[in-house]
Every structure is written in C-alpha cells, then in structure tokens.
C-alpha cells in the first residue's frame, strides 16, 4: 500500500476526519448542490479543528470536483455526493457468435485476487469476518467426531442427501419443482456451471451469454473451445427477453446462460416477468437456459428475487448456485438441478472428480439443519447493503467526476464506469502496484467495450484502511485522466 | 444379504468352523494335491464336532471341487488351495482408435458402488477402519479453530503453499524433479487425469490407454469425445513398452496414459526399466504421458516402485495422484504435477472449480508436516496385504475350479478371471441383487474381452461378513457355471 493510506501522523488524522464529516454531510442531502457550505470558522470550532485543517478539507473537497470556492461568498456544493449516475448501456450492434480469447488478461487478474497481501477490493466473496466462522469450525469438529469416519468415505456422486434434501427444501420455498433428487451437490457455482456446458455443448457450438459477463465463465468457454454470442445487459434490468429473442433468431445457439439476480459483474437484476418470459422463448426454441442463481440469496430489500427456474415446465432450465457468496468461499460446495440433464451431469461429475468432499457437505447439511441460515442471511444482506452504500459513497466522493457506478439491490459488487478515457487495466495494474486489488472491466466480455470500467467489492466490510483504498483509487484514476 | 449370509444357528457355524479349519490345513500345505484328508472320525474328534458335521464339512469340499472321495479309501485333495494361476493375456490383436461407449454399464457399476448397504467387495478404497479417522478429524477441529476463518477464504487455483510444499517433498523423496510450484491441488486424482486430458486432447483425438484400465478413466474419454487406442496390459508386468511403440508405430495419439504401478484393476507392475523404456520412447515422439500413480505408496514389500516423471527429462510425464487410497478417500485431495503444461493446468482447475476445499487441505497439510505418514503407510501396506491374501485363499477355496487371480504386489484390489464360460455381468447382476457390490470386468475396457472378469477388494479387511460374502460369490459362479 503507498505512503498516502498511512494516517500516522495526528494532524493528517484531523484533517481526514474533518474531510469525512463534510462529506457526511454532503451525502446526508443537508447541503443540496448550489447550497452555500458553513463558513472555515463553523467548521473550525464545530469539528474542535484548526482553521487550517479546516481549510485544507476545503481544498481537497474542491481538488475532487465536489464543491466550489466562491470569491468573498466562501464555499459552495458544486454536485451532489452519493449521486453517480449508473453506467451507460453499450450501444446495440450485431453480435456475431465469437471465439473466446480472454485466457492472458484473465490469468493476471486470478492471480492478484489470490493474492493475500493486497487490500481486498477486487474478490466478491463475504469476507471471514461477515461469516459464521466459529460456528462452522465447531459444526465441522462435531460431525466429523460423531461420524464414525462416514467422511473419508465418497459420498454418492449426486452428493450427500442430508445436503441434497436441505438444497431442495430452499429452492422448493422459491416455488420451484426439486426434490432431493433432483440435486446434484458440486464443488462450487462454478462447477456447476461447467458440468452444465460440458453437458450442453461441443467444441465449435455457440452459447448465448449477456455482456457483460463473469470473466471465468468466459475462460470456461475458451477451454472448453465454445464461442460466445454476446446480448448487452442493460443496466439495472439485465437482459431484455426482446432483444434475446432477436439475438436467437440470427444465431443457432446450444444453450443460453444468464445470472438473473444481481449478475456479475454489473449487479443488474431482471424483472419477474422478464424471467418468465425468457424461459417461455427459450422453451419455445428448445433451447436450456443454464441460470446462475449465485447472489438470489442476497437482495437489500425484503423481498428475495423469483428465479427462472420457477417458471420451468419442461426440464430445460438447469439451475446453479452455492454456499460461496453466503456460508464459507472456500469450502467449495454448490450444486446444480440439471432438470431433464441429471444423467449426463452424472456422468460428467463422476468423470471429472466422483464427487464432492465429504467433510465439507456434511458440516454444511449439519449447520442448515440447525435453521440459523435465515437469521445469518438477514444480517448479510443488511452487512453487504451498508458495505455497498459506504462503496458508492466513497467513490462518489474520491473519484474524478465523470465516474459511473451501478447501483445494485443486491449482492456485494459495483460496476463502475470510468470518466470518458478512462482504462480499466491501467488502473488495475497501477492499483496493484500500490498494493490494491480490483478487476478491470474487460475481462467481463470477449471485446474492448468495457475498457473503462472497473469491478468493486469489499466483501460486505467497510472500514478505513478500505476507505484509504478507494481515495487511493480515485487519486490513480484522476492522475491517470489528467495525464 | 441373502440368508445363506447369516449364521444364526449353532449347528451351521460349527460346520462352518470345520470347513474353515480343514481349508486353513489345505492352505498351509500339509496336504498336498493327492494327499489323504484325516478320517471323518479324526476330525470329529480334533474339533470336538459330530461325526455328522465333519461329513457336512467333507462334501461341501467335495462340492467345490477341492476334494474327492475315493470308494473305501477316504478322502484325498484335488487340487491345490491358495493356488490360483494368473488371469490369461488377452490375445494380441489389432487395435484401431474406438469411441468409448461404456456408459451405461459404468453408471450401474457406480451405483452399487454408492450403495452402503451393499457388502463392499467392489471399492477400491481403504476402508475407514484402516484409516487415521480420529487423527485427522481432531487435526480439522484444530486447523479450523486456530486459523482465523483461512479456511472460508477460496485457496490459490494452484492450492495450499503448505500441501504443494509436502507432496513435493514427497515426490522429491521419488527422485522426481519437483519444486512446490509444479504441484497443483486438484479434487482426487481423478481430477487430476481430467485436468491432464482437457489440456492435453481435443474432440475426435486418440489416446493409447491399457486394457483393461479403470472404468471412470473410460467415462472420461466418452464424455470427452476422445477415442481409445488400447494397449494390453500383460498380468504382472502391465504394458510392454515394445508393444506400446508397435502401436504407436500405427495410430497418431495426443496422449498416453498408464497406471504403471498396480494398475487398477489387473495389479500389474511395470518393472522399472519398462517405465524408463517407455518414458523414452513417448518423448523422441514428443507425445506427453500422463501417470496415474494412486497405487504407488501402497507396495506389499519394503521398496516402494518407481515413476516414470523420474525419468522425464522433458515435462512431457504429467504425474497424477491423491490422498485417496492412503488416507481419506471422501475427503477429494489428489494433485498433478502438469510439467510443462502449468499454465494450462491451472486455466482448466480455475474454469472448472476455481480451486480445492480449503479445509481438507489444510487439514492434510498440517498431518503431513506432523510426519505421520510414513508409519501409518507401513501399517496400511501389511493391512492391505493380509487382506488381499486372504481374499484369494477365500477365493481359490470358494469359486469354481478353472477361476485364475491375479497375485499383486501392491494394492488392495484382485483382478479375477472367472472360468471359461463365466460372466462378469451375470454375477454383479446376481450379487447386487444378494447384497454384495462387485465390478464386472467389462467395465474395465471398450470391448467385451474382459465379459468373464470381475474386480474384487476388500479395502484393507477381512473378516466373516466379508468371507461369506466370498462364499456366496463363490455359490453363485458355480451355480451360473452349472446352469
């Protein structure tokens, strides 16, 4: 981390939280733009500060765009705080079906989200600290005591049907068809995605994706030799049912994937009749719909979003999810209902590792059955909306203006849009220098489109040294627009 | 299990006693083929049983063909108890590249191997009775405990630095070249050889694999779209490297893949100069041999076998092997070490599921460096021994006359030829359905060569269940050889 995210020194503190009490403000709408701020005196015995410190948190509120020195008037709000305008929707144009070439750029970025010593802002996973840890730890400790070694057995391929039961009941509360059996427990969302493809496609057949995507989803398809036809995802409602079925009638396509809730990376979330009239098109074609259903678990609202998968009556919606963005990343334990698939996804999950570990389903079948899952959600969601806010907020305030960011209801990840010129990989690569880790926007698709856009998340934490990231950031990105 | 299994009367368990005492004299070699048995009268008396269940005893030895009476003389043996001969070589034959069909058989197969309630004669795997169960589940309780949530968080795509470093050293011990950075976790060995063919393949490639060679090696290549070229495997000494070239010589091959030591199923061996033969041979082809080595910890005598990745100059040998036949087969630990293919290695693992359970391996890593392991692996050697001994004492002493076993030198698994006319399939069809879990041999490779073959284990035990279970086996092989 560089030398501006260490607050030693007292009068470097002062001035920071001065800084922050203003913006405070600002956010809270007591100064809407055009308001005239309190005088440096106001400020000055308000905040028990020096008249210099006061000035100086003037200057660098000015320095950001944000307000405005007016001669003999003092100081006025020049835009509001909090108030980013979402991300422009990239212009529609032909998409022909194309070979995915992201594999070099996407490597560089895997590899800094591995990497422990930088400030986590790129890695949309609940950090430890917003996780039942401890809790699990004793769960994991008590049934691999009690368990008479059932754990170093192999489960069953389609995994262990306390887990298989427990996945069917949540799924069966959204209004869709599961039974136990219709579970297929996997290592991850991810897996769960790459036995549907393998089930799905063969090398040289196409898939219909929304753009933008998540990027290891778009390395999947590289392996795995299948070319991507790309449908924008508009801002804030995702893919547009109407636009799809254009997309469809120009390209043979062997599946369609979509992450309806909250989509990574742009956090947009698709209507319910949207989602129903999807699966009615797609049915209508005979073509699966392979729904990643990751963040359906974490809206910010009361209400948990309605899927696909409930609007399924012919087996062709294959629906994915985990325990990754809401128990334990590292676990690795997701699933898949393969609805009329469930043989071929067999065959493809005992080919590819037999099953899932043992220790791990077992210790999570344990903690649902103990029904604090529900409670601990309620907390996340709330956790990751206040995380998100701060996000926002921040960035609302450090970076230049002309940034854009989504402004999601759900989830833990911000899509944010560069001022004009902007370039996504040049801050990714300066931010990791300065000990910093974020996701530059094009790996998100297979094209340059999202060149000026970056991947935010904290994890559902916010703190200072998170905060310091983020004005580092934004200092990155003005240097870099300026120069 | 059927009621033949059950030895709930006095009468039936001390004429089984009887039977069991003069197979054990048969075994020994205290009576030799053509030898005179005691009287009925001796043995009634030696074993303070009825002359009555001494008869009992004599023709059901009869029955089985181990021994006769002769009119007046008494009983003499027939032939020879604990002296199976080797399972025949298939005959040489020309092999062209076969697309892999085997699927539905295998998912049968499979399924029983699921099935708890089958007696497990079929699995491969350590039971968890020979297993450090109580060890490494207080070692999981503590890594869990003490590591600060670690385990929530996802690992490197590549793996745990802690689990890289110890099977390196591991593999160092081999005299292979290996730094931590060359290994990579994946879930089980079988991921590893999945990792291996979908870097190393393409659709409508050919692979040059044994015959026979492990059933879900096969379901691989089938949902892969790869075809077969198959090499056959000489009991005892597995793949000749001659033989190897000749079809080399004939069919184009992106990969090979061997199980040089105690192939699964037939336990062949290759000697250690094969292995370097081969090595050399593959490379001046520039094709990459992919090593299966699951089975190479696990020799009955005290030098453990080499590799070929020893002999690998080039990183062309990709080493595949796992935690799952030595210390805890549920909980999916393997690795690969790729050579000179990493980077496309890691891209599979990443797009398949980003990295391994977290807590498993933390778990092993942390009862590796506790240096344990190398006793608990001298004690599962003998285990697995006694196991595989008694097996086919049970066997040369239960099924039909004209059954061959293979003698393997390392393992836990018996590769059995039933006699001329026998059928693998019939026989699973007829355990399964008597509660006892068996492989039918034509699992184990593309054709129908391997129809009078079955693949038994007893995972490290043997005990009374597990000796009737033989029995039974043993009644319904005669009885389908009668019928």
Redesign the interface.
Known sequence: MSQALLLSDPESLRFHAAEQHILGRLASGEFPPGARLPSLRAVSRTLAVSIATATRAYLELERKGLIEARPRSGYFVRRAVGALPEPRLAPARPAPPIAVNR?GLI?AA?SA??D?SLLPLGVV?PS??V?P??Q??RI??GV??GG??????????AGLMDLRRQVAFSRQALGEAAAPEDVLV???A??AL?IAL?VLT??GDSVAIPTPTYY??L??L??M?VRAVEVRSHPGRGVDPGELAGVLDRHEVAACVLCPNFNNPDGSLMPEEAKAEVVRLLAERRIPLVEDDVYGDLPFGPGRPGTCKQHDREGLVLSCSSFSKTL??????GWILPGRFM?EA???K???????????QMALAEYLAGGRFERHLKTLRQVNQRSVASLRHCLSAEFPPGTRASDPQGGSHLWVELPPGGDGVDLFLKARAAGIGIVPGNVFSTRDEFRNFIRLSSGGLWNEKLREGVRELGRLAAAAALG
Chains 1, 2 share one sequence.
């Not at 008479?148 to 391929?157: E, F, K, S």
């Not at 334990?328 to 334990?333: D, I, K, N, S, T």
């Open positions: 594999s490597a895997l989200l591995g422990a996973c430890p600290e996780l840890g401890p699990l730890a994991m400790a691999l005591r008479a070694g059932m754990d170093l057995n192999y489960t069953p391929i996997t290592s991850g991810m897996e790459y393998r063969r090398p290891c989803f390395q999947l590289e392996t030799g334990a990343p590292g676990w690795r334990v043989a067999l065959r493809v005992s080919s590819t590792n037999v099953s899932t570990a043992a220790p791990v």
